[in-house]
């Protein structure tokens, strides 16, 4: 039975729900500077890690970072918290796409969250030459 073909824009929504990607940390104090908080720099690379899956269960092909726009460190994540990492794909180009990454903290001890950082990060899809490609799989786009 042949299958449904699907719009580039339904490709894209069905393609940002299935790439949607969470990861918990625990702020330890190897992690943290010497006001107790987590460093800075920590906290980016745990979100670029993350904007990196997500973007890659995307694009299921090599992708680059080329920029972090605007991350907003709104509170401080104590040593000792728990931090859930949460990224999602929020726009799509030609070869390009971005995600938006929000770190909220907990406490270890009672139920309450809240959004720390937000962050947003933007990857291109690269070819064997590390040239761009389209960010849509191939095998999905029909011409």
Do not use: C
Request: net charge neutral; hydrophobic share 40%; charged share 20%.
């Amino acid at each position: 039975m042949p299958s449904a073909t699907l719009s580039r824009e339904d490709i894209i929504a069905q393609r940002k729900r299935v790439s949607k990607t969470t990861i918990s940390k625990a702020v330890f104090p190897e992690t943290t500077n010497h006001h107790d908080t987590l460093f800075g720099g920590t906290a980016m690379q745990w979100m670029d890690e993350v904007s990196f899956i997500a973007a890659t269960r995307f694009s299921r092909q090599s992708i680059v970072t080329v920029s972090s726009d605007r991350i907003d460190f709104k509170h401080p994540v104590p040593a000792g918290t728990i931090v859930e990492l949460t990224a999602s794909v929020i726009e799509v180009g030609r070869t390009s796409l971005k995600v938006e990454v929000n770190m909220l903290v907990e406490s270890m001890y009672f139920d309450n969250q809240k959004n720390a950082i937000t962050g947003y990060f933007t990857f291109v899809a690269v070819d064997e030459n590390k040239k761009p490609t389209a960010i849509l799989p191939q095998s999905l786009v029909v011409e």
